[in-house]
């Protein structure tokens, strides 16, 4: 199987405690992509405008990431300005300039429309609508959103959730949609909505996934080197499903190693602006990585 991902193409403005960078490769599809790259095909949906660097494009696709589905439209590329302090796990966003992304109502590639694993990256909730209608027998459908959505286009949201299996959204996130403080009374009041599956990103705390039944609790790495947490959320997406869509099989216990898988590309993209870590992992890395998380979690059995 392969991953369909839609979301968006961004030229970020980033500062964190440890430097500052000026419009770098970065948007929910691009890490998205980028991370499930390493287990499968991607077929990426997205706009860009005039002033996209080619290079950037380029370098997509070497990845071996499919651009039929990335426009160009007359005007500005998506511009994200955000800024962390030393609590890294929020960013604080500075300034949202949607240009190419407020009229984009795109047709998807007819070869597009088979896809089996659906990723409606952070974007316009009506925008993940319109492209999940054009799918024609998805069997897994995964979402994520933001503030900036949430309290912007609530009821387009709650009609994405009735149309998805997992929600995949961090804690400050899932308590302003779920308006309620407390994350498990969230969690369930989420899972009312429709999702099947709710995956709460709690940064450096590792993340959640609920079911109607159960939860299962996966940490973060503990990095040294953490220098610039953008793209986190959605790395983690992009390895979690694109680690289910090679895996072919949706039970729960694939589920959970999905998850690590997700937690380990996420550890990746933290280390450096952009998508420079990101770019390119090893399959050795990203074994070595999944590895530790086994030893860090095992209790009944120590491995080795
Ligand atoms: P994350 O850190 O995984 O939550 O996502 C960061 C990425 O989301 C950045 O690269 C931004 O370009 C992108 N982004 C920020 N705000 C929005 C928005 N309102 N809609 C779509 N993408 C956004």
């Given at each position: 199987m392969g991953v369909l991902i839609v979301g968006s193409v961004a030229l970020d403005s980033v500062r964190t405690p440890f430097g500052e960078v000026e419009e770098v490769l970065g948007g929910s599809a691009t890490y998205g992509s980028i991370a499930a790259s390493y287990f499968t095909d991607v077929d990426l949906v997205a706009v860009v405008g005039e002033?996209?660097?080619e290079p950037h494009r380029e370098f997509l696709r070497r990845r071996n990431?499919?651009?039929?589905?990335l426009v160009t439209k007359p005007g500005r590329t998506f511009r994200w300005k955000g800024e962390y302090g030393f609590?890294?796990?929020e960013a604080k966003t500075l300034r949202t300039e949607l240009n190419v992304l407020e009229t984009f109502q795109p047709t998807l590639p007819?070869?597009?429309?088979?896809?089996e694993v659906v990723f409606l990256a952070n974007i316009d909730p009506e925008l993940q609508l319109h492209v999940l209608?054009?799918?024609?027998?998805?069997r897994l459908v995964a979402a994520d959103t933001m503030n900036f959505w949430i309290d912007g286009k609530r009821e387009a949201l709650l009609r994405v959730l009735k149309e998805i299996d997992l929600l995949m959204i961090n804690d400050g996130e899932a308590r302003s949609l779920a308006k309620e403080v407390n994350l498990v009374k969230a969690a369930q009041w989420i899972l009312g909505c429709g999702p099947k599956g709710l995956i709460i990103k709690r940064g450096e705390y590792g993340a959640m996934m609920f079911n109607a039944h159960r939860v299962f609790i996966a940490p973060a790495y503990p990095l040294e080197s953490v220098f610039d947490p953008t793209g986190a959320g959605d790395s983690f997406a992009g390895g979690l499903l694109g680690y289910l869509a090679q895996s072919d099989d949706l039970s729960d216990a694939t589920l959970r190693r999905a998850v690590i898988y997700g937690s380990a590309m996420a550890s990746f993209a933290v280390?450096?602006?952009?998508v420079d870590r990101l770019k390119d992992v090893t399959e050795e890395a990203l074994q070595t990585r999944v590895r530790e998380f086994k030893a860090m979690t095992a209790f009944e059995e120590i491995v080795p």
């Amino acid at each position: 199987m392969g991953v369909l991902i839609v979301g968006s193409v961004a030229l970020d403005s980033v500062r964190t405690p440890f430097g500052e960078v000026e419009e770098v490769l970065g948007g929910s599809a691009t890490y998205g992509s980028i991370a499930a790259s390493y287990f499968t095909d991607v077929d990426l949906v997205a706009v860009v405008g005039e002033d996209f660097p080619e290079p950037h494009r380029e370098f997509l696709r070497r990845r071996n990431i499919n651009v039929d589905g990335l426009v160009t439209k007359p005007g500005r590329t998506f511009r994200w300005k955000g800024e962390y302090g030393f609590q890294l796990n929020e960013a604080k966003t500075l300034r949202t300039e949607l240009n190419v992304l407020e009229t984009f109502q795109p047709t998807l590639p007819a070869s597009y429309r088979q896809a089996e694993v659906v990723f409606l990256a952070n974007i316009d909730p009506e925008l993940q609508l319109h492209v999940l209608r054009q799918v024609e027998r998805p069997r897994l459908v995964a979402a994520d959103t933001m503030n900036f959505w949430i309290d912007g286009k609530r009821e387009a949201l709650l009609r994405v959730l009735k149309e998805i299996d997992l929600l995949m959204i961090n804690d400050g996130e899932a308590r302003s949609l779920a308006k309620e403080v407390n994350l498990v009374k969230a969690a369930q009041w989420i899972l009312g909505c429709g999702p099947k599956g709710l995956i709460i990103k709690r940064g450096e705390y590792g993340a959640m996934m609920f079911n109607a039944h159960r939860v299962f609790i996966a940490p973060a790495y503990p990095l040294e080197s953490v220098f610039d947490p953008t793209g986190a959320g959605d790395s983690f997406a992009g390895g979690l499903l694109g680690y289910l869509a090679q895996s072919d099989d949706l039970s729960d216990a694939t589920l959970r190693r999905a998850v690590i898988y997700g937690s380990a590309m996420a550890s990746f993209a933290v280390e450096a602006f952009s998508v420079d870590r990101l770019k390119d992992v090893t399959e050795e890395a990203l074994q070595t990585r999944v590895r530790e998380f086994k030893a860090m979690t095992a209790f009944e059995e120590i491995v080795p």
